[in-house]
């Protein structure tokens, strides 16, 4: 298939294939919103359930105290719940 046919999210797809990225990243890559890139993993994800592939998740970290343990893995969060930092990065994401 040539790629003017491909999806916005079999591209997404294909990228995350070739190296974690993260949504910000991928926002910039595709000219999407952060917003949307987030979307396109979360449906990525349930794709692949039924494929050999999976969604891997690096979850957030806190710049500040190394804080992993969030609830949501894939959405960036504000702040640290651990220290109150809000330098916090954002989730890495990758199929695999």
Request: charged share 35%.
């Amino acid at each position: 298939m040539r790629e003017a046919e491909r999806t916005t999210r079999q591209r997404i797809a294909d990228r995350l294939r070739e190296q974690p990225l993260q949504a910000g990243a991928i926002a910039n890559e595709f000219d999407i919103t952060t917003g949307e890139a987030l979307s396109h993993v979360e449906h990525l994800s349930k794709s692949l359930e039924h494929e050999s592939e999976q969604l891997l998740v690096a979850p957030p970290e806190c710049r500040e105290c190394g804080f992993t343990d969030f609830d949501d893995l894939i959405n960036r969060p504000s702040r640290c719940p651990d220290c109150k930092s809000e330098s916090v990065e954002e989730p890495l994401f990758r199929v695999e």
